[in-house]
């Protein structure tokens, strides 16, 4: 299904092209993390019955084209369901999640091997897998239903900073005054290109193999993630479409053999595919298409500027593998919507030093700490030097025979966690 422009809400701005909007808060990017922080915000001000001007600019109206909605399925972690029920989002796509109930985490070749189950930490599930294509349609009804400007299809050209304010210029000519920004545009973010501000930039050379596969029995709610000589391979299950069971695959292969497994025929991938996962669950039947992504690790040292704050993948772009882009993402929403929320109940004002500052300090540790660990994740698991190999394979069995310890490391190794991380 394809929105077309003329279906999109009238918004409330002025439409006219050489009059000046004048906004609170400016969103720019309206994927993932831009829209479920817009939605936020929406709540928020109901909640404490105060009124913010916000527009959303987004480049793609909802489509299969859409670069943020696209084919992929991401697994979220118990905190971002508990803090996405809070923002009362949840309840609008839940019934497009699949839970995960068990995982299993295994080191091809080698002994190690542990197994992690949502019963034994007191949850319904250790999080749910949810495919980004249908949600963003969910998502952005929700949006037309709210009182949020969305100015889509439409791209930033040009923001031209003010003491008070920034003017932000669009593809299209409109101008717009906001006293706050805050940048969701991803890892090529035109918002911090704009205001020339740094990214720190790690190439694993390696390339993400993307698919959905076919199964022959049930996958029982189970995910895996198993390391390989290659890298890791992760697993994770779908609902299932057309009577077949399904799963997400992410494959971080060398980019060579990544391109030849993209161009493979679908018996010649399936055979590889078992051959590197073995037969845990049961035999692949059917691939779907095959998508690659290059693996980088990119990050904003300071995801904040004079009236604008980073978020998402504007302010880091993780490894996929690790499952955290988004889970991370949604803290900084909680971060930004913190403190939003407490200029609204002191009637500070919007956008200025203590605000972007505050935010800066709030996100620093558990940015960084994320950073790190899915740095040390892909490099330790992705490489085949004895003293590593033996290292992670110990862990892994030592973590099988002592099950409480199991769940800081669930948390770690796969952006899975079974206390609150928000
Ligand atoms: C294969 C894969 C698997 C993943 N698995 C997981 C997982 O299991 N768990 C997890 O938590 N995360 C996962 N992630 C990461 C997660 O998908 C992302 O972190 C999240 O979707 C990022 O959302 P975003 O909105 O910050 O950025 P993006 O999705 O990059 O969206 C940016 C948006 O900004 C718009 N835009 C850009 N420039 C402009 C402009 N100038 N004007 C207007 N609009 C503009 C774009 O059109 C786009 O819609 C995975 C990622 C990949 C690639």
């Known amino acids: 299904m394809t929105i077309k422009p003329s279906q999109l809400k009238q918004t409330q701005q002025n439409q006219d092209k050489n009059a000046i909007n004048h906004y609170d808060v400016v969103i720019i990017g309206g994927a993932m993390v831009g829209s479920v922080l ?55 796509i839940s019934e497009l999640g699949t839970a995960i109930k068990h995982i299993h985490i295994s080191d091809r070749g080698h002994f190690g091997m ?25 998502l952005f009804k929700e949006l037309q239903k709210s009182s949020i400007d969305i100015i889509c299809p439409a791209k930033l050209d040009k923001i031209e900073a003010n003491d008070e304010f920034h003017h932000v210029k669009l593809d299209s000519g409109q101008v717009l005054t906001t006293k706050l920004i805050v940048a969701a545009d991803g890892a090529q973010s035109s918002v911090r290109m ?28 189970r995910a895996w993630e198993r390391f390989t000589n290659s890298g890791p391979l992760a697993l994770l299950p779908m609902s299932p479409s057309n009577g077949q069971q399904r799963l997400s695959m992410v494959w971080a292969l060398d980019p060579d053999n990544a391109e030849l497994m993209k161009q493979a025929t679908k018996p010649v991938f399936l055979n590889s595919l078992q051959q590197a996962f073995g037969f845990r669950a049961g035999q692949f039947i059917d691939v779907g298409e095959r998508y690659s992504y290059p693996l980088k690790l990119t990050y904003m040292p300071r995801p904040i500027h ?41 009637n500070l004002p919007m956008g200025n030093v203590a605000m972007t500052h505050a935010y800066l300090k709030a996100r620093e540790k558990d940015r960084m700490n994320t950073i790190n660990r899915v740095e040390f994740l892909v490099r330790g698991f992705s490489n085949d030097l004895w003293p590593l190999t033996l290292g992670r394979n110990l862990g892994l069995r030592l973590l099988s025979w002592l099950p409480p310890l199991k769940a800081p490391i669930a948390s770690k190794a796969m952006g899975f966690t079974t206390d609150t991380i928000l």
């Not at 189950?117 to 949600?135: K, Q, R, T, W, Y």
């Open 114 to 138: 542990t197994e992690l189950d949502a019963n034994s930490f007191n949850i319904a599930s250790m999080g749910e897998v949810i495919e980004l294509n249908p949600v963003g349609y969910k």
């Open 306 to 346: 004079h009236r604008c704050l980073f978020v998402g993948n504007a302010a880091q772009t993780l490894h996929p593998i690790a499952g955290q882009g988004f889970n991370l993402g949604l803290r900084d929403i909680m971060g930004v919507l913190d403190v939003i929320e407490h200029a609204l109940i002191e």
């Open 38 to 92: 817009a939605l936020g915000l929406e709540q928020l001000t109901k909640r404490h019955n105060k009124t913010l001007d916000i527009a959303i600019i987004e480049a793609f109206a909802p489509s299969s084209d859409h670069p943020g909605f696209d084919a992929r399925a991401i697994a979220l972690a118990h905190g971002s369901i508990q803090a996405l029920t809070q923002l009362d989002i949840w309840q609008h």
């Open 194 to 221: 704009q205001f020339n501000l740094p990214q720190e930039e790690i190439d694993f050379k390696k390339t993400a193999l993307i698919a959905n596969i076919s199964l022959q029995k049930s996958h029982k709610n």
